[in-house]
């Protein structure tokens, strides 16, 4: 019998929505004028506008911090992939990695702990929708073919989001959905319902990606039980067979990887670190995120005091998983500017934008401390490094696409 395949057989319907090749096509760019420099940061955007800037050294040279709506800025990054000023070390053009953080449609207008406006989270409903299409339509353009972009949102928003994602990604580029158990925030005794203690990361890619399997360090004490040593001293623990072959099973003796019980089953011993008193096991993470805590109980030294910010754990997971060293990570909602601050620790180039004054200058400020941030690996020590610097631009005005000769 013959299968028949109706590509797209279903599509998103809803008031406002743009086609595709318009959102791309007339999205007017933006054209960035550079800001003053700000006194210790160094910065070299001057008064020229990003095109000049870039064009001068042919490539991304320098990270941007850039303020302005992100849909126009969008497009201005766009321009600059397809005149080839957007590469990553192994020349692939545009960004290798992008996180956002939107607003969730929550209704909130949201302030820091001075009390300083921050942002409005407003939107709702088709507009909310078409707000976030516009912008993912243009980020997947901007980014390189192996590229990756995780969206961040929560139970009210994530299950549109994802019918968004996959007609403007395709659902064949769906990775995962990242449940963020961030942990309890106290559920009341008289609650009525489960808590809710987690947030959702969309991941999708653009043709392909970048994979950095990452690890979880489990420290157990030796002689626990489920941990045994063979007889030269190096201690294991043992898992079923599974799904491993005869084949390969042969293969794990010769490298002495099995062990059979008393009953005669075979299982499969994986061999620990030791560390003292401990023994170290290196886990695989998976989809299920639940060994970092969320913003509420991020230290004093990293709290920048902006609404929703969130923690540099989460974001080094992701920058180390998805890019390489050397290649572009965008944040087109960057609040308080994690993923900018994450992606300057870990040797990437970055571009931030956010729409809001006191984004940037929360940016600017953090960029500008960051040798007395936390160290990733080690948050008992300082990063100790000064920021390599980034040219900061804003939005000036916006060049509105010519219409196109019919003739
Ligand atoms: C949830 S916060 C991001 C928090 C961030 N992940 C962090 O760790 O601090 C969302 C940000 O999106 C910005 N924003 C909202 N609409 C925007 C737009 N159209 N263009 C650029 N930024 C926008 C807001 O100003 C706000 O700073």
């Known amino acids: 019998m013959a299968v028949i395949i109706i590509p797209n057989a279903y599509s998103l319907a809803y008031e406002g929505k743009e086609p595709e090749k318009a959102v791309i096509e007339k999205t007017p760019a933006a054209v960035l004028k550079g800001t003053l420099e700000r006194p210790g940061m160094p910065s070299h955007a001057g008064a ?60 909130l207008k949201f302030k820091n702990k001075k009390n300083e406006d921050a942002y409005v989270d407003v939107l709702t409903g088709s507009a909310f929708m078409e707000f976030l299409r516009r912008r993912l339509i243009l980020m997947r353009e901007v980014m390189s073919e192996r ?52 947030d959702i990361i969309l991941l999708y890619q653009k043709k392909g990606r970048v994979f950095n399997r990452q690890f979880i360090e489990k420290r157990i004490l030796k002689g626990g039980p489920g941990y045994s040593q063979d007889p030269s001293g190096r201690w294991f623990k043992t898992a079923p067979k599974g799904d491993y072959t005869d084949k390969s099973i042969a293969g794990l003796e010769r490298q002495n990887r099995v062990y059979r019980t008393k009953n005669g089953n075979v299982r499969v011993k994986y061999f620990l670190r030791e560390d003292g008193i401990y023994l170290v096991e290196d886990k695989l993470v998976g989809d299920v995120w639940d060994d970092i805590p969320d913003g509420m109980h991020l230290s004093s030294v990293e709290k920048t005091g902006y609404p929703t910010q969130k923690p540099e754990a989460l974001l080094a997971r992701i920058i180390r998983a998805s890019s390489n060293p050397g290649d572009i990570v965008l944040d087109a909602f960057a609040g308080s500017g994690t993923t900018l601050s994450v992606a300057e620790k870990l040797g990437r180039r970055w571009i931030g934008i956010d729409s809001g004054a006191l984004s940037i200058k929360t940016i600017g400020k953090r960029l500008g401390s960051i040798a007395a941030s936390k160290d990733l690996d080690d948050p008992k020590k300082r990063y100790a490094r000064e920021c390599s610097g980034f040219d900061e631009y804003a939005v000036d005005f916006c060049h509105t696409p010519k219409a196109r000769n019919k003739g």
């Not at 800025?73 to 990553?88: A, I, Y």
């Not at 929560?154 to 996959?166: E, G, P």
């Not at 995962?176 to 106290?186: A, F, L, P, T, V």
């Open 48 to 107: 020229r506008e990003l095109r000049g800037a870039l064009l001068r050294r042919g490539n991304l040279a320098r990270n941007l911090l850039i303020r302005g709506d992100n849909l126009p800025v969008l497009k201005t990054l766009l321009n600059e992939k397809n005149s080839g000023r957007l590469k990553n070390p192994d020349n692939a053009p545009g960004v290798r990695l992008i996180y956002i953080d939107p607003p969730f449609s929550t209704k």
């Open 147 to 198: 590229g990756a972009i995780y969206v961040h949102l929560d139970w009210k928003k994530a299950h549109c989001v994802k019918t968004v994602m996959d007609e403007v990604f395709g659902p064949e580029n769906f990775l995962n959905d990242i449940i963020w158990s961030y942990g309890g925030r106290g559920a009341k005794a008289t609650a009525s319902q489960f808590s809710r203690n987690h």
